[in-house]
């Protein structure tokens, strides 16, 4: 994931709603969502290439997803960030679990995780000391929580309109992020990439032809479990879509 917005309310009916997208170069071979047949009841995309996920759930609720860090200077780390999520949903307790990650996290290339369930909400990251999430409206991009970058404030403006709505629908959700427009040069982060590659990164929804928006992911915790995800190509085009639902467990 390079963009999550999401509302975490512990200790009400709903205690989550989650929209995000996931960017990547096209041609990383990669399954759309479907139930891992090991570790079984995960529901989750996966990366072909190196096995892992960028956000999962399984049957009970608990919850996990994954977005990277833009610093350029980083190393790549030994081990891939997809096996972050999968460890997650395995490990018996989460905050024992992100204090883990981080003591392993120069492991890793540079990343962000959240970790959850109904009750608690915790993110651990390379660049951030594990800390549990307070309730309210967070946008989690390629910096750290609630950075005000322009992507993360509309996502979390369009996730507090959609929001009216009492039971917002996982088809609004997905549609949710599908926001093209670059932010202005002057409201662009410097993350050491170079203006050209801040602007196109600057869009919610980013389309290019190597690099760019694969899929978007809508997640639900209420009375039951919502996830959902739409798939495109290069040029932005949906061509997948899948929604899943069961009562909670």
């Known amino acids: 994931m390079c963009l999550i917005a999401f509302d ?3 200790g009400t009916p709903r205690p989550l709603v989650l929209a995000a997208n996931r960017d990547e170069f096209h041609a990383r071979p ?16 996966r990366d072909e290439q190196a096995g892992g996920t960028w956000l999962a759930v ?8 994954l977005t990277n860090v833009r610093d350029p200077s980083a190393p790549a780390g030994e081990r891939s960030r997809g096996a972050l999520p ?19 996290r120069g492991d890793y290339g540079p990343f962000n995780l959240l970790v959850g369930d109904r009750a608690v909400l915790w993110q651990v ?19 750290a929580l609630d950075t005000p970058w322009p992507k993360s404030i509309r996502a979390v403006q369009r996730l507090e309109q959609a929001l009216a709505d009492p039971e917002p629908a996982t088809t609004t959700l997905l549609g949710l992020l599908d926001d093209r427009a670059a932010a ?4 662009l982060p410097d993350t050491g990439v170079g203006v050209a590659l801040e602007r196109m990164l600057s869009a ?37 879509e899948r929604h899943i639902q069961w009562k909670r467990a």
């Open 184 to 187: 202005p040069d002057e409201e």
């Open 58 to 65: 399984r049957r009970d609720g608990r919850f996990a997803a």
């Open 86 to 104: 999968v460890a997650a949903l395995q490990a018996p307790s989460i905050a024992d679990f992100v204090e883990r990650v981080h003591r392993q």
């Open 204 to 240: 919610p929804f980013i389309v290019d032809e190597r690099y760019g928006t694969r899929s978007s992911s809508a997640l639900v915790l209420d009375g039951s479990v919502r996830m959902a995800e739409r798939i495109f190509d290069a040029a932005g085009e949906r061509i997948g």
């Open 125 to 143: 990251g390379t660049h951030t000391l594990p800390a549990e999430v307070p309730a309210g409206l967070h946008a989690l991009s390629n910096h």
């Open 30 to 45: 990669t399954r759309a969502l479907h139930w891992w047949p090991a570790p079984q009841g995960l529901l989750a995309g």
């Open 8 to 10: 975490w309310r512990p």
